[in-house]
């Protein structure tokens, strides 16, 4: 497992830093100024191989989890990057979406993180989907289906608490389970979670409406969307379609991520995503050299990658 945990720890930080620069920037600006490598400087003036608050935060949420699940333990540490900067790739903070930043100023003031996270429509962002890839690792031992469910709600929910960002947390930790521990084929293991999402769905009773909003991910084939009509802004289900669909339709990292930033809009976000699932799919000798040289913190990203497999290996979800 630990090949795919560097994989998908040095995969988010890459296709995070691939999409800073052009951050907001047009799919058709894109088509014509495609990202080849690693840039520099653009959108939030960043030297090349800058990651944003989406590997940030999955570094937190590792640290975290590496010493066993307490919810209290995991928002504090979002804090602190906030607060201080930790896990930032200068340790400053330089991007942080509205919902995760209202919510962390609840948890700083005295809110519970099981009360802070955002529950208006509105406020399905991509903040909490983004972290979640460290907990497909911690999961990868948990049979129970509703357990799974329950922690990515509690650990969605510090910052983005509506059922729509819960369940497309849900189904992304699903699909990278799959991917660990039941199919290495990224499309056996997304026809698997099609099955055993939709089941416990309808076990659980949602509400249908907010289930039709995954309808292309769920019901049809998200990977025969053609390109026009897969979109890529912060929207969470926006984000959770176009990352799947990246890794759908290319057959190796480099053309995951770039496929991914090439689409634009939230180009990091989506490269971050997709990165998580491809680095893990493909693992770390599937990720460039010269990108993985040249992420910031790239060593610190190793180690904590390590000491993360090691904590988990040795521990059960409690």
């Not at 770390?284 to 497999?309: D, H, M, N, Y």
Request: with cysteine; net charge negative.
């Amino acid at each position: 497992m630990q090949h795919q945990i560097t994989g998908a720890f040095l995969g988010i930080a890459i296709g995070d830093a691939l999409g800073v620069p052009v951050e907001f920037k047009t799919r058709s600006y894109l088509s014509e100024n495609s990202v080849t490598g690693m840039i520099g400087y653009g959108s939030w003036n960043q030297p090349p191989g800058t990651f944003s608050d989406d590997a940030s935060l999955s570094f937190c949420t590792a640290e975290s989890l590496a010493l066993g699940y307490n919810i209290d333990h995991l928002a504090n540490t979002f804090l602190q990057w906030y607060q201080h900067g930790y896990w930032g790739a200068h340790d400053q903070v330089f991007d942080i979406g509205n919902t995760t930043r209202l919510a962390l100023q609840r948890i700083a003031t005295g809110t519970s993180p099981l009360l802070a996270g955002g529950f208006e429509e509105f406020e399905n962002g991509n903040g909490s989907l983004m972290r979640m890839m460290p907990l497909a690792f911690y999961l990868a031992a948990e049979k129970d289906i509703n357990t799974r469910y329950q922690l990515v709600k509690e650990i969605s929910g510090i910052t983005h608490l509506h059922f729509r960002s819960v369940l497309a947390c849900f189904i992304y930790v699903e699909y990278l389970r799959n991917l660990l521990t039941t199919s290495s084929d990224p499309r056996k293991a997304y026809e698997q979670i099609q099955s055993a999402v939709n089941n416990f769905v309808r076990n659980r009773q949602f509400n249908p409406t907010e289930i039709k909003h995954f309808e292309r991910i769920l019901q049809n084939d998200i990977s025969a969307i053609s390109e026009e009509l897969i979109l890529s802004s912060g929207y969470v289900i926006h984000t959770l379609e176009s990352a799947l669909w990246c890794l759908l339709t290319t057959d190796s990292y480099s053309s995951c991520v770039l496929k991914a930033v090439n689409l634009g809009g939230d180009t990091d976000t989506t490269a971050a995503v997709a990165g998580a699932a491809a680095g893990l799919h493909y693992r770390e000798t599937g990720i460039p050299a010269q990108w993985a040289s040249e992420v910031a913190k790239a060593t610190a990203i190793r180690q904590l990658s390590e000491r993360f497999g090691a904590a988990i290996s040795t521990a059960s979800p409690q």
